[in-house]
């Protein structure tokens, strides 16, 4: 368990410890022949002189947008992170490169802030620090980075940190960070002394996601073997596995105020357990959807899904319902969700090598009746943003709980109570 670095004095019977450097010198790359405009996926300004108006006026105020722009990448983006208190994401792709930007409303001022090519292989994931200060990014080449987050320059780098590659990462405090890799080993770090002080394989298949309680003492993982996993991170101990699910974990994410965990996965289900009760399930709601990648909580109650088919749902958590679409990534799968500092946007990364913003800022005054309509056939998600269905609309073959106008309206029908999909109805 024990890793070698500068800080601390490791025995040198160690096979095989990871590397730490310390790097002051910067290693962004960023093309100075091309502008900012560029690199956000936007046309350069037009000239101004044609925005000014025939008898020689100013020219127009720019248009302010509900939702920033959407962000063209050059690569398709594995992961997005937002900055906890500024407008500004980083997002890593798969050829290893991390950027950041900053986003308006205000059309055409979205802007690439920095760039990095430190990892040699596919970058995983990217999360801020608290403060928004750091950036810790893990990659496919089995390395950890820090960098600062203001200027992208590399500070930390631990090399070889894990046997496999690695695919999760997870800050559990300011000194604290927790990682995941292929081969379902988690590692969780002291980054003052740059070494690991939990060093546990239980998966038998990659750890796809972590999360953390919000007293920072349990460390729950979803694994492509099926299975949850639950570790104590004051004890430093494993401490036990829940049944398998059919299909892979993808996701894990605490709700209702930490008394509930929830899973997505593969087949398209979500896994509920209860806090303490981790060694099975306490419901599951089947979505109609491909699969759930990733989940991103916007209330207590509320979640956000994306999948392999495109789309992003919301979800009330018990009683369970598809709220409706979010938006959408036409025909491409969706690797990650990240909700804005204030609440406003929830991000996307998808396929298609873009970066979309949604507004959900009406997400958390929605309300779920306990009972359901009748739902209508061939019936479509209900659209929760102006951007849901997009130009190319390609609901009219899905089906989902839904309620239509239409059948709010009734067209003279009684309402009947439907069976819900869950096997629980209420916290």
Known sequence: MAASSEHAEVPSTVTDPPNIDKTEAPETSRDPDTSDSEHAGQ????????????????????????????????????????????????????????YAYSYSCTEGENRELWSSGHHMKSCRQVR??????????????????????????????????????????????????ATGDDGGTLKVWDMRKGTDIMDLKQHEDYISDIAVDQAKRILLTASGDGTMGVFNIKRRRFELLSEYQSGDLTSVA????????????????????????????????????????????VTDNIMCTASMDGYIRAVNLLPNRVLGCIGQHVGEPIEELAKSWDSRFLVSSAHDQLIKFWD???????????????????????????????ENDFFSGLVEETETKQEEEGDGEEEEEEEDDSDSGSD
């Not at 044609?50 to 020689?56: A, I, K, P, R, T």
């Not at 600062?148 to 046997?163: F, K, N, P, S, Y």
């Not at 008394?259 to 399930?281: D, L």
């Open 360 to 390: 959900i800022s009406s997400l958390p005054n929605m309300t779920v009746n306990e009972y359901r309509k009748r739902k209508k056939k061939h019936g479509r998600m209900k659209s929760l943003t102006k951007k849901a269905h997009g």
């Open 43 to 98: 046309d350069p300004d037009p000239d101004p002189d044609e925005d000014e108006d025939s008898d020689g006026g100013e020219p127009p105020e720019p248009k302010i947008r509900e939702t920033p722009e959407d962000i063209k990448l050059e690569a398709i983006a594995n992961t997005v992170a937002l900055h906890p208190s500024r407008d500004i994401l980083v997002c890593g792709d798969v050829d290893g490169d991390v």
């Open 254 to 297: 605490l709700m209702k105020r930490g008394k509930k965990v929830v899973c997505g996965s593969s087949e398209g289900t979500i896994y509920i357990f209860n806090w303490n009760g981790f060694g099975a399930t306490s419901d599951r709601f089947a979505l109609k959807a491909e699969s759930v990648e990733c989940i991103a909580p």
């Open 128 to 177: 801020f620090s608290a403060d928004g200060l750091k950036l810790y990014s893990v990659s496919r080449d089995k390395n950890i980075h820090l960098l600062d987050a203001e200027r992208g320059q590399l500070v930390t780098r631990i090399r070889g940190a894990h046997g496999a590659p690695i695919n999760s990462l997870l800050l559990v405090d300011e000194n604290i960070l």
